[in-house]
């Protein structure tokens, strides 16, 4: 019994590293460039759309209505994406929540 002892003591830490990871990732953001730069997206760590910024000469004076609503279509994707991944993911792992009591998966 000690090795299963080790076994989820290794696996709880394992969870604690993975749940620190992806809060540090949340945090992280990255810029995405196009049209020589005419076009410029930055995401946040889970792929949230944190900015938009569209050049004014590509459309005039509405480039801030498109842009905001470039942002809402963006989240709402997203989230709409993030719920079916869940969903996905609950049922391919449906069965294993029993297999190591106290392990929670990770999403």
Not at 36 to 53: A, F
Not at 67 to 94: C, F, G, P, W, Y
Request: no cysteine.
């Amino acid at each position: 019994m000690k090795d299963l002892g080790k076994i989820m003591r290794q696996a709880q830490e394992m969870q604690a590293k993975m749940q620190e990871v992806q809060e540090k990732a949340e945090n992280v953001t990255a810029d995405g460039v196009a049209g020589g730069g005419m076009v410029r997206v930055t995401l946040k760590g889970k792929g949230e759309l944190e900015s938009l910024d569209i050049d004014p000469s590509l459309m005039g004076d509405d480039a801030e209505i498109l842009e905001d609503l470039i942002k809402a279509a963006h989240a709402d994707a997203r989230a709409r994406l993030d719920e079916a991944v869940q969903n996905t993911m609950k049922e391919a792992t449906s069965g294993l929540e029993g297999m190591l009591p106290g392990f929670k998966m990770p999403f």
